[in-house]
């Protein structure tokens, strides 16, 4: 089993930048994948990006160019750098680890994007 917890949200304007840190229990060297994850009001949670244990990584299309993936094993630690935020980047982040078979969720950080 692992926990995550996810820190670095809060409330930021259009343009601006936010990093966003998951932190895991465990040793996430064996970790073959984690990813971030958002769901805003009234919308399904979606896939942001997605890093493998090789470095890998995958991104939805509505945030290529703008957001990067990172993980530091030493640290047990997963980043999310968000740039050019817009307000339909308002959602709450979640950060999932898939380890032998099983998905692991954190509780979620929110991000606002406004003026």
């Known amino acids: 089993q692992v926990q995550l917890v996810e820190s670095g949200g809060g409330l930021v304007q259009p343009g601006g930048s936010l990093g966003l840190s998951c932190a895991a229990s465990r040793s996430i060297f064996s970790i073959n994948v984690m990813g971030w994850y958002r769901q805003a009001p009234g919308k399904e949670r979606e896939l942001v990006a997605s890093?493998?244990?090789?470095?890998?990584?995958d991104y939805a299309d509505s945030v290529k160019g703008r957001f990067t993936i990172s993980r530091d094993d030493a640290k047990n630690t997963v980043y999310l750098q968000m740039n050019s935020l817009r307000p339909e980047d308002t959602a709450v982040y979640y950060c999932?680890?898939?380890?032998?078979?099983?998905?692991?969720w954190g509780k979620g950080t929110l991000v606002t994007v406004s003026s």
């Open positions: 999932k680890a898939r380890l032998f078979g099983a998905d692991y």
């Open positions: 890093i493998t244990s090789g470095g890998n990584t």
